[in-house]
């Protein structure tokens, strides 16, 4: 099954000149939903993880069923002040401007190994700093993945780890 087949791709969204590429009908596709999961599951597995952290919010839809799959614990790495109790934080520069992720400090523990995962690298910027904020916190991270890369963006070049993504678009 070609999972590119259950994206698509709405033009102008959410703002004019940016196509923007919809996971929501790869999800109400059960199939093709099963399929994506099992593949990265197969992508992830060699790396031995101890957790998987999505990033807010689509990285949830793909982190936290994964998770249950492989039968690890989920870390959710989420925008400033939507976590309870103590947390843990990073500021990073985008392209244009500054954005903040956040997680529990106590979410991992020293040298767990947590995989890194978001539905789409696009400029690498937010992967980046969700790698970087969960070696802040003690953690090994042994590669990120993604449902979608835009590859011509060039993200993979930011990120320090092995990256794996489903499916790639060149243009």
Request: glycine residues 10%; neutral net charge; proline residues 6%.
């Amino acid at each position: 099954m070609d999972i590119k087949d259950h994206i698509r791709g709405i033009p102008d969204f959410p703002k004019p000149g940016i196509l923007f590429y919809d996971i929501s009908t790869l999800l109400r596709h059960g199939a093709a939903w099963r399929t994506a999961m099992a593949r990265l599951a197969d992508v992830i597995r060699p790396h031995k993880p101890d957790m998987l952290a999505g990033i807010e919010s689509r990285g949830f839809l793909v982190a936290a069923p994964l998770a249950l799959e492989l039968g690890l614990g989920f870390v959710m790495l989420r925008k400033p002040r939507k976590l309870p109790g103590l947390t843990i934080g990073l500021n990073y520069a985008l392209e244009y401007g500054t954005d903040r992720i956040e997680m529990q400090a106590d979410a991992v523990q020293k040298g767990n190994r947590v995989v890194v995962l978001d539905d789409l690298l696009a400029t690498g910027g937010t992967l980046a700093a969700g790698i970087s904020l969960l070696r802040q916190a003690g953690a090994e991270v042994p590669c990120a993945a993604t449902l979608i890369e835009l590859s011509f963006l060039g993200g993979r070049k930011r990120l320090d780890v092995p990256f794996e993504s489903l499916v790639q678009y060149d243009s």
